[in-house]
């Protein structure tokens, strides 16, 4: 395994991620859960994610069991807050009230004393981002939270963030959690160049387009049944994407990616970790083999020659 800092902290994740978005607490079985965890560590995977959210605080229990059986001091846990997890009007959003209730939730939820990465899940424009980020402060300087993040934040959220927490000498976020893929590149326009020169970097989701980047689905092909697109409860965003123009770019890079003799979920991967603002990719595992599969991808070299081609595949 390759590791890179984390922002402009001191702090190192490793290239590959796991993630328990749509899977653990819901789709997949605690057993089967423990072992994608387990291959995932044993494969030098230190950087776990989750959130409160996911499955309703199950996924969260489901990944602090886990990883308790390893030493705290052998991996990093992101967890983050903002959507609803009650029906009442203050539990959800960034106030100080839902931020430090759900703090404590989430801790008591994992098992752990503190959470290494705490994001805010997204912007919240109810909130000053100055109540959310004294918030925060209080709860690195009582060691609850280590690290502070944001996850699908625009550029300009990020500045202000920035600016905010500048002027009342709080603790500057360190990371941004957008989804980017080969067939989602917006934040290389803005959001990149506001981080990079601020010292943030990105911890992406969705790197395989929920599955599309693995080459599943074919055009002219029924929708297989073990995919995550045949789940009525899953599936609106991924039928969007399964259009015949997106999947003749899919064929096309999985030509290329059959010509170097890799999966085409590798060499989406390893074009992710291209950019260097990228500390890690979050893969999301129901297997233990699929983890074994995509932690090959961060020894996959990119020669100029092979990225120009892949770019004008994306076009």
């Known amino acids: 395994m390759k590791y890179r800092r984390l922002g402009r902290s001191g702090l190192k994740v490793s290239e590959i991620g796991l993630g328990s978005w749509l899977t653990y607490g819901k789709s997949v079985e605690k057993d089967m859960a423990f072992k994608t965890i387990d291959q995932a560590y044993e494969s030098g995977i230190n950087f776990f994610d989750t959130a409160n959210v996911y499955a309703r605080g199950e996924a969260e229990k489901i990944v602090g069991e886990a990883l308790r059986r390893y030493p705290r001091e052998s991996y990093v846990l992101a967890s983050k807050v903002f959507w609803p997890m009650g029906e009442g009007p203050n539990d959800r959003g960034l106030s100080r009230k839902h931020v430090f209730e759900q703090a404590h939730a989430t801790l008591k939820r994992l098992g752990l004393d503190y959470i290494d990465l705490y994001y805010c899940h997204r912007y919240d424009p109810e909130t000053p981002v100055d109540e959310t980020l004294r918030t925060l402060e209080d709860l690195v300087r009582q060691g609850k939270v280590l690290y502070v993040g944001v996850s699908e934040w625009t550029a300009e959220q990020i500045r202000e963030a920035l600016q905010v927490a500048d002027r009342y000498l709080l603790d500057r976020i360190v990371v941004n959690q957008p989804k980017y893929n080969m067939l989602n590149r917006y934040i290389e326009q803005e959001v990149i160049p506001v981080s990079e020169k601020n010292g943030i970097s990105q911890v992406v989701y969705s790197p395989l387009a929920e599955g599309i980047l693995t080459g599943k689905y074919k055009r002219g092909t029924d929708i ?13 965003f991924i039928r969007s994407m399964l259009n015949d123009e997106i999947l003749a770019k899919v064929e096309q890079l999985e030509g290329v990616s ?26 999301g595992a129901s297997k233990a083999g699929q983890v074994a599969e995509n932690v090959q991808a961060i020894d996959i070299q990119l020669t100029e020659d092979m990225l120009e081609r892949i770019g004008a595949i994306l076009g």
Not at 224 to 234: Q, T
Not at 266 to 283: D, E, F, G, H, M
């Open 258 to 283: 059959t010509e170097m003799g890799v999966k085409l979920s590798q060499l989406a991967l390893a074009w992710i970790l291209r950019q260097p603002n990228v500390a890690s990719a979050l893969i």
């Open 224 to 236: 297989p049944n073990d995919s995550r697109a045949a789940d009525p409860n899953s599936n609106v």
